[in-house]
């Protein structure tokens, strides 16, 4: 048994513990990762739309703050990135284009519509027609649409390589085992054992581990983050040369209640995402999941059939209670948290290591981040009955 030091330890290596580490080093701090496989994560399916505006929800709208706040950040962190790395993340403007099959999904982009138009965002209603002159593989039934130049896209996978370069250019030390349990020592986090009983020693633990970040032994119940793996089956099509360009910006509708996108990147890939399943740590793929997208999506851009299905993949999304990411300080002194992200991950990445960056700077969160501490969960704890 060994015991290695660092100032600041994220546990988790996919793309919010690599921001976290990334930003935390270069702030200064002796920072390492500890994980099996860094770069792996949920961020390898994800299609990495950058979608405050198509995917507002009733009751999210503090959570919408956060998304276009970071959303804004994207140009300035992905150009921060290529200059540093020499890597191209795929950064793609080209707005996205909801539409709606029959009636209900009309009156349900109708009802989006108009929550868009309250919360001050930008999107335009367009009948069928306009839409398939945008787009002309959309089917000839779609009713109508709403269209938003301004939700685009990055490619994760790329990312995530980016933000690996970045960090060890930055003197990132990556630990490649399974963080086994949170030592804590005299009431404070202190580092973690790994499954080969090796001991990292810490200044403060950041928690990152997505849907596995509820699961880390050690950790007290009070700040154990409430967080549950939702499955999303993803499928990757390839657009030969001769169909280019199949669709020249993202397409998306709810179908029977589903949600089913189609997100084309420069390089020929059409990623159609993407289930939502609460089964479990379950990344099967399953053909009824493969099923459904391909069914759906078909409806909406029935050329799709004569694409080539080159992968299909099933990730976890870090699911938490009101949807939102838990970031910052927890009740236990040196243990802080970067997970929860659920349907956001991506597009939250560039705010996240700015906030992580500056809680472990201060020990508090900026105030864009404030309503997502992890104690808006253990509050109870301390609420004295009324
Ligand atoms: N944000 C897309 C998804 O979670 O499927």
Excluded at 127 to 135: P, V, Y
Excluded at 245 to 272: C, D, H, K, M
Aim: glycine fraction near 12%.
């Amino acid at each position: 048994m060994s015991s290695r030091t660092s100032d600041v330890l994220v546990v988790g290596g996919g793309i919010i513990g690599l921001v976290t580490a990334w930003r935390a080093a270069q702030r200064g701090f002796a920072t390492a990762v500890v994980d099996p496989e860094p770069g792996g994560g949920a961020a390898q399916v994800a299609a990495g739309m950058l979608a405050a505006v198509t995917e507002l929800h009733y009751g999210e709208q503090t959570l919408l703050g956060l998304n276009l706040a970071s959303a804004r950040r994207y140009p300035d962190f992905a150009a921060e990135l290529t200059e540093l790395t020499g890597l191209d993340l795929g950064h793609r403007r080209c707005g996205t284009l909801a539409v709606a099959l029959d009636a209900d999904d009309r009156a349900h982009l109708r009802e989006l519509h108009a929550l868009q138009q309250q919360s001050g965002l930008e999107s335009e209603w367009l009948s069928g027609r306009e839409c398939r002159r945008l787009e002309p593989m959309l089917a000839p039934g779609v009713r109508g649409g709403l269209r938003v130049d301004g939700d685009h896209q990055i490619d994760p996978r790329r990312l995530t390589r980016a933000l690996l370069a970045a960090c060890e250019r930055a003197g990132v030390v990556f630990h490649r085992d399974w963080a086994e349990r949170l030592d804590v020592v005299r009431d404070r986090a202190a580092g973690i054992t790994t499954t080969d009983g090796t001991r990292l020693g810490a200044g403060q633990v950041v928690l990152a581990a997505g849907s596995l970040s509820g699961r880390l032994a050690g950790v007290p119940e009070a700040v154990l983050p409430p967080v549950r793996p939702v499955k999303g089956q993803v499928l990757r099509l390839t657009v030969p040369q001769r169909y280019a360009p199949f669709l020249s910006r993202t397409v998306r509708a709810v179908v029977r209640g589903s949600q089913v996108y189609l997100v084309p990147r420069e390089n020929g890939e059409l990623v159609i995402g993407a289930t939502s399943e609460e089964q479990g740590w379950d990344t099967t793929v399953t053909a009824g999941g493969v099923y459904e997208l391909l069914r759906d999506a078909h409806e909406l851009v029935p050329g799709i059939t004569e694409l080539p299905l080159t992968e299909t993949r099933a990730g976890l999304r870090p699911g938490s209670p009101d949807n939102a990411p838990l970031l910052g300080p927890t009740e236990l002194p040196g243990l802080l948290l970067a997970t929860g992200h659920y349907r956001n991950g991506v597009l939250l990445t560039p705010i996240t290591g700015d906030a992580m960056a500056h809680a472990l700077t201060t020990g508090e969160l900026p105030d864009e981040a404030r309503p997502f501490t992890p104690r808006r969960f253990t509050k109870h704890l301390t609420e004295q009955p009324a």
